[in-house]
């Protein structure tokens, strides 16, 4: 018998799910399915995109999900602070380094903008996207 990571079954899941949506691609309850898998996986991106889509074919009327979508940027967005960091860390090249502040401060901002959004109410209404 195979053993299974964690990774691979939710891979499965979401194969599953992604078929599920093709045969039924007004049900907005798929997207989210797929959309927690991703989240479920760390991909931030996927997740937010299969959010996006579950909101939009759901009308556009679940606030829920608007605050889902904006509490998943944050999380992406922490998560690259993160990587920058890291890479800043093991960085001796000044250009580079400067480079890595530059990113970092600009993700930083970013964090501000989508955590004071979500915090008053859901996120950004017309750029869901990220």
């Known amino acids: 018998m195979k053993n299974i990571n964690s990774h691979e079954a939710i891979d499965l899941q979401i194969q599953i799910a992604y078929e599920q949506h093709l045969a039924d691609p007004t049900n907005p309850n ?7 898998l991703f989240a479920d996986k760390g991909d931030y991106a996927s997740a937010i995109g ?3 889509h579950a909101f ?4 556009k009327i679940d606030s829920s999900l ?7 940027k944050l999380k992406k967005s922490e998560f690259e602070v993160d990587g ?6 093991e960085q001796t ?24 959004k979500t915090l008053l ?10």
């Open 30 to 36: 798929h997207s989210k399915v797929t959309g927690k």
């Open 50 to 52: 299969w959010y996006q």
């Open 56 to 59: 939009e074919i759901g009308g």
């Open 66 to 72: 608007e605050k889902l979508i904006g509490e998943l």
């Open 84 to 89: 920058y960091r890291s890479a800043l860390a």
């Open 93 to 116: 090249d000044p250009d580079l380094q400067a480079a890595y502040q530059a990113a970092i401060a600009e993700k930083k901002a970013e964090l501000d903008q989508i955590g004071l």
């Open 121 to 130: 109410g859901g996120g950004p209404r017309t750029e869901l996207s990220y």
